[in-house]
């Protein structure tokens, strides 16, 4: 298989980001891997559950970001990965790990990931995805209280003392580091369309890859 090419998806909470990456994954269907960010969290196995759900999910130092570049080499070099899991319902890493396999398209997708350098230089195309703050939010009550068990009032908490500070710290700022802002992520049809036929281009033509839109 000739070298893969790399899609990062970063963006605020909320933003779209899964949304995206769910219809490039429909579009190239058979030729993606997608490895997400949030399931790279440090593992914090001498933590009781109080102290777990107390810590700074939003900074950078919570990722095992190394990791996760060591195996996005692996599966840019051709060879499949056992990426780990993350528990959100216990804040810890699960015991178990999912086998992902290179593909010519491999997409990673994380808030922060354009916050670092090293991941950034390895990706081709660097896209952020822009929402308004209000839809973030109502966005995030929507998935945390119904997909993830948790209270509204550990929402808000959680939002006002590291979501929302850590976004205006490290998020916004990587904005700049973006090839595309794309408005609205995978509902935005127009920047889709853009996307999906520069990726189909980059694939057959590689040296497409470097030209920016």
Do not use: W
């Amino acid at each position: 298989m000739s070298r893969s090419f790399t899609i990062g998806i970063a963006g605020g909470t909320g933003s779209g980001k899964t949304t995206l990456t769910r219809a490039l994954v429909e579009r190239f269907a058979g030729r993606t891997s997608v490895i997400y960010h949030d399931n790279y969290y440090k593992q914090h196995d001498n933590l009781s559950y109080e102290e777990r759900a107390a810590l700074n999910f939003d900074s950078p130092d919570a990722f095992d970001t190394a990791l996760m570049i060591e195996q996005l080499r692996t599966l840019m070099s051709g060879e499949p990965i056992d990426c780990p899991v993350y528990d959100f319902a216990a804040h810890n890493r699960a015991e178990e790990t999912v086998r992902i396999a290179p593909a010519p398209v491999l997409i990673v997708e994380g808030i922060l990931i354009l916050s670092e350098p090293e991941l950034v230089d390895l990706l081709d195309l660097k896209l952020f995805v822009d929402t308004d703050a209000d839809v973030r939010i109502l966005r995030r009550i929507k998935r945390d209280v119904i997909e993830r068990g948790r209270t509204l009032e550990s929402v808000e908490q959680q939002y006002l003392e590291t979501v929302k500070p850590m976004h205006d710290l490290y998020v916004e700022p990587a904005k700049r580091r973006a090839d595309l802002i794309v408005p609205e992520g995978g509902h935005n049809l127009v920047a889709l369309d853009m996307l999906i036929r520069h990726v189909d281009s980059s694939i057959q033509t590689p040296a497409l890859a470097d030209e920016e839109f």
